[in-house]
C-alpha cells in the first residue's frame, strides 16, 4: 500500500472506469448477463430433474463424465479458436447450445422425460455451458481492459451474471410452478438467440481473437501503456511458466474443495426434498437468487474498490478461510434441517468467490498479455479446473459407498488449508518487484 500511495501523490488519478471502457462494459455485461440467465435456468432445471427422477446414487459417475466432456469442450475450443474469429467461434458455440437445448426438451418432454442418458445429458450440458461462459466472458474482459489501470470494470462486468440470476432464479423460485419444469428449456434456448443476436450485431465482441493488437506494439508507444501492459511485456518466459504454476495450483485447490462441498450439498438436498421436483427447483432457484443479489451488490459497490485499494490477496484468502469456519460448525450438526443449513451457507459462499475472488483471480491474467492470458485462461479453465472436477469425482465415485457426511465434511475442510497457503504464495509472488508486479497487484 505504501507504494500505491506514493505513486498517487506523484499524481496519478484514483483509477476507475475511463469514460472510454464505458461502452465496452455496457456490452460486456449485456453478454455476461444473457449466458448467465441461460445457464440459470438450464442449472435450475437439470439439477432438480435428475436429481429427483434419477437419484443422487448416480450423481457421481456423473461428475465425472462431465468435467472429461468439459475438457474436450475446451480443447475443440481452443483448437478452432486459432484459426477462425474468435466471434465466429461464439457464435458457433451458442447456436450449438441452442440447438441441443431444443433438441433435448423435446426428449424429456416425450417418452425420455424418466431416461438416464437423456436427463444426464441435460445435466453435461450445463456443465458446458459454464466452462464457455467463463472461458469467454474472462477472455473478453481481458482483451478489453487490459491496458486499463483500474480493476473496476472486471468486477462491473462479472456483476451481468448475478443479475441475471437475481431475475431467472426468483421468477423460478415464484412463479416456477406455473409451467412444466421441462418447458424451462425453451426459455434458455430463446436466451442463447439473444446471445447469437449481441455477437453479431456487436463485432466488437471478439472471444479469444486471432489477432492481438497489442502484441506488436512498438518500444516507441511504451510510454503510453499502462503500468499492466509493460509489466506484461517485460514478463519473461520463465516467470510466464512459473505464474502458470502457481495459478494452476491456485484453481486445482479451489475446485477441490467445492467439488466436495457442492456435492454433499446435492446429497443434502435431495435427501431432505427427496422427490419433489418443483419443490426442489423452487428452494435451488431461489438460493441462487438470493445469492446472485448479494453478489451484485458486492460487485457493484465493493469489489473494484476492494481491489484497486487492498489488492487481490485479501479477496483470495477470504473463501476458503470462511468455508473453514463453516465447515468447523458443520461438524456439529446433527439433524437434516441442520445439515441443510449449513451446508447452505457454505455453498452460498460462492457470494465471496463470484464477487470477490473470481474479479480479483481474472485481473491477475493482464499481467501475461493479451496472447498470453488467453492461453492461460484455456489452460485453467479448460483443462485444470475440468480435470480436477473429474478427479475428484472419480474419487467420490469410488468411494461413494464409504463416504458419509462426516467424512466429506472433514475431506473439504482440511483442504481449504493447503488452499490458504497456496493463495498465500501466489499472492506473495505478485508482491515481489522482481517479478515486476506492483504492490497494488
Known amino acids: ?29 449485456a453478454f455476461t ?23 443422487p446414487a448416480a450423481l457421481p459417475a456423473l461428475l465425472a463424465i462431465a468435467a472429461l466432456s468439459v475438457i474436450v469442450v475446451a480443447w475443440i ?35 425420455y422425460h424418466h431416461s438416464l442418458p437423456v436427463l444426464g445429458g441435460l445435466y453435461l450440458l450445463v456443465e458446458i455451458r459454464g466452462c464457455l461462459n467463463t472461458i469467454h466472458s474472462v477472455t473478453l474482459m481481458n482483451e478489453a481492459f487490459a491496458e486499463g489501470r483500474s480493476k473496476r470494470p472486471y468486477a462491473l462486468v462479472s456483476a451481468g451474471a448475478p443479475t441475471a440470476g437475481i431475475l431467472i432464479g426468483a421468477t423460478i423460485g415464484f412463479e416456477g410452478h406455473l409451467l412444466p419444469l421441462s418447458s424451462w428449456l425453451l426459455i434458455a434456448a430463446l436466451l442463447d438467440v439473444g446471445v447469437i443476436v449481441l455477437l453479431a450485431m456487436r463485432p466488437t465482441l471478439r472471444a479469444g481473437s486471432v489477432r492481438d493488437p497489442g502484441a506488436d506494439q512498438p518500444a516507441a508507444t511504451a510510454s503510453a501503456a499502462s503500468a499492466a501492459s509493460r509489466t506484461a511485456r517485460t514478463f519473461s518466459p520463465d516467470r510466464a511458466r512459473r505464474f ?11 475446485v477441490l474443495v467445492l467439488t466436495l462441498l457442492g456435492y454433499q450439498w446435492k446429497l443434502v438436498v435431495a435427501n431432505y426434498f427427496h422427490a419433489d421436483e418443483v419443490a426442489m427447483a423452487e428452494y435451488i432457484a431461489l438460493f441462487y437468487a438470493a445469492t446472485d443479489a448479494l453478489i451484485v451488490l458486492i460487485q457493484f459497490f465493493l469489489a473494484g474498490r476492494l481491489l484497486d ?65 488467453r492461453d492461460t485462461v484455456m489452460l485453467t479453465n479448460g483443462v485444470i479446473k475440468p480435470g480436477t472436477e473429474a478427479v ?16 466429506l465434511t472433514w475431506l473439504w475442510l482440511a ?27
Open 309 to 373: 485499494r487492498y489488492g487481490v490477496r485479501p479477496q483470495l484468502i477470504l473463501l476458503p478461510a470462511v468455508l473453514l469456519l463453516i465447515g468447523l460448525a458443520t461438524l456439529g450438526a446433527s439433524t437434516p434441517l441442520g445439515w441443510l443449513v449449513l451446508l447452505t451457507m457454505g455453498r452460498g459462499a460462492l457470494v465471496l468467490r463470484r464477487g470477490l475472488h473470481d474479479p480479483a483471480l481474472a485481473s491477475t491474467y493482464r499481467v501475461l498479455g493479451r496472447r498470453n492470458a
Open 33 to 55: 448477463f444473457l449466458t448467465a440467465a441461460s445457464y440459470v435456468v438450464m442449472r435450475s432445471v437439470a439439477v432438480s430433474l435428475f436429481l429427483s427422477r434419477i437419484g
Open 77 to 111: 475450443s481452443r483448437g478452432v479458436t486459432q484459426r477462425l474469429s474468435g466471434r465466429k467461434v461464439a457464435i458457433a458455440s451458442w447456436c450449438m447450445l441452442a440447438a441441443l437445448t431444443l433438441g433435448l426438451l423435446f426428449l424429456v418432454q416425450g417418452r
Open 244 to 254: 502458470r504454476l502457481r495459478m494452476s495450483l491456485l484453481v486445482a485447490g479451489q
Open 392 to 407: 475428484t469425482s472419480i474419487v467420490i465415485f469410488l468411494g461413494a459407498a464409504t463416504l458419509s457426511g462426516l467424512t
Open 415 to 441: 483442504l481449504t488449508i493447503p488452499w490458504i497457503l497456496i493463495a498465500l504464495r501466489f499472492t506473495q509472488s505478485l508482491r515481489r518487484p522482481k517479478h515486476g508486479f506492483k504492490a497494488s497487484m
Open 1 to 29: 500500500m505504501k507504494e500505491v500511495s506514493t505513486e498517487r501523490r506523484a499524481g496519478e488519478a484514483e483509477p476507475g472506469s475511463p469514460p472510454e471502457e464505458q461502452p465496452e462494459v455496457g456490452r460486456l455485461f
